[in-house]
């Protein structure tokens, strides 16, 4: 798949996108090998989505003028890349290191198209891990004080190291208005309950304590409201009255690395959009 590419596109729905789209992969002699397409009636917005190739090079800069000409009659923004072209990811984390160490093991096999060149913590627990999988870390400690400091550091370290998404793997801290509007779009966290259920501390145990049949786990864009972006996937699991606060803390942690991870490898497959306070997710 050297050669396959992807396009994505969105803009205020109208007839014939999908023709007009369609109709310049045909001029080129380009095969489509997937295409997924929505029409929101609410937004009125549509959205688009097609893994097309090979091309006859690793370029696609013929398509340009033909896509930016269209990108203009229908008011749309597009984006064409390589599959083969992965997502430099720097992920974030505290004390908990589930999420984290399954991000990392799914990279290394091959399961998640993602590069991973940093990770950051405010706790300096996990540098053995990064190091057993040869990733730079960084300790930057956070307190009230220094909160706007350590990330102004996060920001250096986005723009040199050329990150183009941020993943909160359990990093328990709340990120200013400033960061989220900076990496808007680009920061995915996981949210360690179904939400909108359970929010704030030990939500498990506030589940224990009402006796839930189903516990869960919820993958959002992080947004200056807390736990309150766009969410991108959600999955949960069943339990009973058996399970003690620990067991469903265990029971938990599975959902959420799956949720995390699924969240990710569609977000680098190309698959989800933004679409005002929802996705849309292909």
């Not at 972006?229 to 999955?235: H, K, L, N, S, V």
Request: proline content about 6%; overall charge neutral.
């Amino acid at each position: 798949m050297s050669h396959d590419h992807y396009l994505t596109l969105s803009c205020p729905d109208k007839p014939g996108i999908v023709h007009a789209v369609t109709g310049i992969f045909a001029r080129e002699g380009l095969n489509i090998l997937s295409l997924q397409q929505f029409s929101d009636p609410t937004t009125q917005k549509f959205f688009m989505r097609v893994h097309f190739g090979p091309t006859p090079s690793e370029s696609t800069s013929s398509l340009r003028p033909a896509f930016d000409s269209l990108a203009a009659d229908y008011q749309m923004t597009y984006d064409i890349r390589p599959v083969a072209q992965k997502p430099r990811v720097l992920i974030m984390v505290s004390k908990i290191g589930h999420c984290l160490n399954d991000l990392l093991f799914r990279a290394k096999t091959g399961q998640l198209p993602i590069e991973i060149p940093l990770i950051v913590s405010n706790h300096p627990d996990f540098a053995p891990l990064a190091a057993s999988y040869g990733i730079e870390f960084r300790h930057l400690p956070v307190t009230k004080e220094t909160k706007a400091e350590q990330e102004g550091k996060i920001l250096e370290l986005i723009r040199e190291r050329e990150i183009e998404l941020v993943v909160l793997a359990r990093y328990m801290q709340v990120l200013s208005p400033m960061l989220c509007e900076a990496m808007s779009g680009r920061i995915i966290n996981i949210h360690h309950s179904f939400l909108p259920s359970f929010k704030g501390a030990k939500p498990y145990h506030q589940a224990y304590d009402r006796g839930v049949k189903i516990i869960g786990a919820t993958a959002h864009f992080v947004t200056a409201d807390l736990d309150e972006g766009p969410i991108i996937e959600q999955r949960v699991t069943r339990v009973d009255h058996s399970l003690s606060p620990k067991e469903l803390v265990d029971e938990g942690s599975n959902v959420e690395s799956q949720v995390l991870a699924a969240a990710v490898k569609w977000y680098a497959e190309r698959r989800v959009f933004l679409n005002g306070t929802r996705t849309v997710v292909f």
